[in-house]
């Protein structure tokens, strides 16, 4: 089985908002980087690479990580 990596844009302050996507309520809530951190890691993930506030990214926060493929039994 292949690896699984994942890549998520964070906004840097803790909030939580609900607005609308095609006319269906649309919840959304950004955490502090030590909550991703942890709820990645319970996950079985694996940070890769985390940039805050990247100049090349017109000043976004994103993380990349991957989590190790499961091999039968393991």
Do not use: C
């Amino acid at each position: 089985m292949e690896s699984l990596n994942g890549l998520f844009r964070q906004v840097l302050s803790t909030s939580e908002s609900i607005g609308a996507y095609k006319g269906d309520p649309l919840y959304h809530a950004s955490l502090d980087p030590t909550e991703y951190e942890a709820l990645l890691s319970r996950s079985g993930f694996t940070v890769v690479a985390h940039v805050v506030k990247d100049p090349q990214a017109g000043g976004r926060t994103a993380w990349l990580a991957q989590r190790a493929p499961r091999y039968p039994g393991g």
